[in-house]
């Protein structure tokens, strides 16, 4: 890129989202991308793809129009865009033909610099006509590997965007983007879109934020309560793989005092909607679910992944387990295994309408996903390994890399569970094979004469269910193998007769117990609480405000003023504009009530060289002092040139005072009839989306302030 436009870009990156630095990839594809360049982008989910196309949607001269299948994800992506100040907008099949047609007329008004458009739209070959006329200077393909029949998600509508891309005059750019791409796939989409092997940036798959673990041949119900016990003010998702799974877990978690939300294709649209919308917005904590959750969603604060059960292939895995920690901070990917899921993998392949060869290529990927919960090696590796990423060094965060639990040797038991397998003939399930070791009264038992075996009672000092699960630990381990017919029965391994004959010897860790999240910063629940309203005001989601990470740095560096608070990655002018005051006077609030923490934190050196104020602790909070002001006689303005601060952090300031109980008269701060018009307002569309259709609906003079004190004189 010419020093210039990258300066350009560098200022973009700051101005509109508040990061200072590029992540890997991103400049370079931006690069090709000025430079006209077809180029293709391969980076893990959380890894920064959509800056790849929206920094240069404003430095080009026409439209950049994204393809995305995410159709449930669009009207999000479109509000964070327009939250950081980048006019856009979508087309998708949400919309009636009026609005389509509005927008489009939109777009040929130049109103956008960013349009999302749903891949079936390129199958109206109306639509392609009205596009052909616009100027577009570069199509962006998100989930490019939808493009491919070698993909795990393949979308036929994707084919048609080449045709669409040859029909566009001046040629546009082209940036095709996706998470998860193999060799092929990655072929595949070159292929199509005409991109050269020369432009395909692809950076570390890593995300070094994560920490994967599974766990085996343990009570899984049990390790989640515990687990969202333990970390009840985190938000997060649990997959499992069935409708059916996802009620039974729904209801047992909430027997158990944890609330949760569910999510699966056998719900009602409105009903998933609403689940949906409640995790977005931090209403609902844990989401149970099935894997049609979570495309549609960008939510960034998601603390933990947890699969009930095994995945089909690592490609789902890395990319569900992926929607943990996109803001950055440290998250955990839990798997818990259990051998018999394996099997309603296999079903399902089984039943799918793929050609043989297909199946036999999704039988692969699913024992690739078998062998990363059997590798006793570093998780992280395993799954670079699988994407062809470079080996690197073991990650010290997965389940293995910190595995320092004891071992115990259980030669001898797994002996016994093994002899016993063998008299059984290896005709029998695991829960016959636990009541005969444990020496079962049970009828069954006794009509098949299983009671007269040497193995009969062998371990009976053990409850049935704890031999179970010593069963399933074994089985995890490979020492058993279960048999592919609907009713399972244990088969011995190879490994099995080493153990029987003396030759090889069976160690069990101790379980392992579920850990907390690191605890937050005391102000972070403040600014979290904080943060909900103000998304609520504004109609969109809290993490769209500010990202769980920008909390936390703000909770480290405790700034006093705009230029501190902007130097807080995320924090950009749009949003400092939108939120900053507020922001900044909680921050203030927090430092008088805990000046403990406040000077703690204030080791921090801030990048202005203006000393910043500080109140000692007498001291009266800033609002609060505003307000005074006003009930002295002075007027907002006269407040805001005596104390050198903003009209709105004034107005900011008498709001929270308001909020507190102090006595001011709406009506001495705006105009009456204003007021007036705006309760009818209210009362006309209501308050339940938040402020901004309600400014949207009123004359483009009335603020926010003004909305926000007929608000108060409602009541
Ligand atoms: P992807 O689409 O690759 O999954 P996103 O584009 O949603 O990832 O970005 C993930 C997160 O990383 C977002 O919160 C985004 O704002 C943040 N991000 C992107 N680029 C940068 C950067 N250069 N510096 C800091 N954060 C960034
Ligand atoms: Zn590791």
């Known amino acids: 890129m010419s020093i210039r436009a990258m300066t350009k870009a560098n200022h973009l990156l700051h101005q509109h989202y508040g990061y200072d630095t590029f992540r890997p990839g991103q400049e370079e594809i931006i690069t090709n991308i000025l430079q006209g360049r077809r180029s293709m982008g391969i980076m893990p989910t959380g890894g920064g793809k959509s800056i790849c196309y929206q920094i240069p949607s404003l430095m080009l001269p026409g439209l950049t ?39 489009l007329h939109l777009m040929k008004e130049r109103k956008y610099k960013l349009v999302y458009i749903a891949p079936e739209r390129l199958d109206a070959p109306s639509f392609l006509q009205q596009i052909k006329r616009l100027e577009v200077s570069l199509v962006a393909v998100d989930e490019a590997h939808c493009l491919s029949q070698w993909g795990h998600d393949f979308r036929p509508s994707y084919l048609k965007t080449p045709g669409l891309i040859s029909e566009l005059f001046p040629e546009p750019a082209v940036l095709a983007l996706t998470a998860t791409a193999t060799p092929e796939v990655t072929l595949d989409i070159c292929d199509a879109l005409n991109i050269e092997e020369d432009n395909v940036v692809q950076t570390g798959f890593a995300r070094e934020n994560l920490s994967f673990h599974v766990l085996k041949g343990q009570d899984r119900d049990a390790y989640l309560k515990d687990y969202l016990n333990r970390n009840a003010s985190h938000s997060g998702i649990i997959y499992a793989a069935t409708r059916k799974e ?74 569900e387990a992926g929607r943990a920690g996109r803001d950055g901070e440290e998250s955990e990917c839990l798997l818990l295994f259990s051998p018999q ?18 199946k036999e290529n999704e039988y692969k990927k699913l024992q690739a996903m078998t062998n ?71 009828k069954k038992v006794k009509e098949l004469s299983l009671d007269k075996l040497p193995t009969f009672g062998l371990m009976k000092e053990r409850s049935q269910k704890e031999v179970s699960q010593f069963i399933d630990y074994l089985t995890a381990s490979q020492f058993i193998s279960m048999s592919d017919s609907s009713y399972p029965v244990l088969q011995l391994t190879e490994r099995a007769l080493y153990v029987l004959k003396g030759d090889l010897t069976v160690e069990r860790k ?55 608070m902007l130097s807080v990655k995320g924090v950009g002018e749009q949003k400092f504009e939108n939120y900053g005051e507020e922001i900044l006077s909680e921050i203030s609030r927090f430092k008088n009530e805990h000046p403990e923490l406040a000077r703690n934190s204030a080791q ?35 407040i805001a040139a005596h104390r050198e601060i903003t009209l709105s952090t004034v107005q900011g ?55 926000k004190l007929a608000m108060k004189c409602g009541g």
């Not at 939250?83 to 979508?90: D, H, L, Q, R, W």
């Not at 949906?276 to 931090?282: A, L, N, P, S, T």
């Not at 993998?345 to 089984?350: A, G, N, R, Y």
């Open 653 to 707: 300031h008498l709001l929270k005072a308001m909020d507190e109980g102090v006595e001011i008269n709406p009506m001495e701060l705006a105009d009456e009839t204003k007021l007036k018009m705006i309760q009818e307002k209210i009362a006309e569309i209501g308050l339940e989306n938040g402020l901004k259709p309600l400014k949207e609906a009123l004359p483009e003079e009335i603020s926010y302030f003004e909305i």
């Open 246 to 319: 996802v009620e039974r877990l729904h209801s047992f978690l909430e027997q158990n005092g944890v609330q949760t939300g569910k999510y699966h294709g056998g719900m009602t649209s409105s009903e998933r909607d609403e689940m949906q919308e409640k995790f977005v917005y931090d209403q609902l904590q844990v989401m149970v679910a099935t894997n049609a959750f979570g495309m549609g969603i960008n939510k960034s604060n998601v603390r933990f992944v947890i699969h009930y059960q095994i995945p089909r292939n690592i490609e789902s895995y890395y990319q």
């Open 341 to 358: 899921d394996i099997r309603i993998q296999q079903f399902l392949i089984d039943q799918s309408n793929l050609s043989e060869q297909r």
């Open 372 to 442: 990363y919960c059997h590798t006793e090696s570093c998780l992280q590796t395993y799954i670079l390994d699988y994407f062809g990423d470079e080996a690197s060094n073991p990650c010290g965060k997965c389940g293995h890399c910190t595995d320092e639990r004891e071992t115990e040797d259980v030669t001898r038991e797994a002996q016994m569970v093994f002899s016993c397998i063998k008299r059984m003939r290896e005709r029998f399930g695991k829960t016959m094979v636990a009541q005969v070791l444990t020496g079962s009264g049970n």
């Open 604 to 638: 921090y050196t801030p990048p202005v060289q203006r000393p910043a104020k500080k109140r000692s602790p007498g001291e009266k909070a800033s609002h609060l002092e505003t307000s005074e002001l006003f009930l002295q006689g002075n007027n907002m303005e006269e």
């Open 510 to 564: 101790k379980e392992k117990q579920p850990v907390e999240i690191a605890p937050s910063h005391p102000l972070f629940e403040q600014l979290r609480s904080l943060r909900s309203r103000l998304a609520k005001e504004a109609g969109i989601a809290p993490y769209m405000v500010f990202s769980d990470k920008t909390l936390n740095e703000l909770c480290l560096k405790l700034p006093d003023t705009k230029a501190e």
């Open 65 to 103: 129009l994204v393809i995305s299948p995410l159709i449930s994800l669009m009207k999000d992506q479109v509000d964070e865009l327009n939250e950081v100040g980048i006019p856009s907008t979508f087309i998708n099949s949400t919309l009636s033909a009026e609005e389509v047609n509005e927008r």
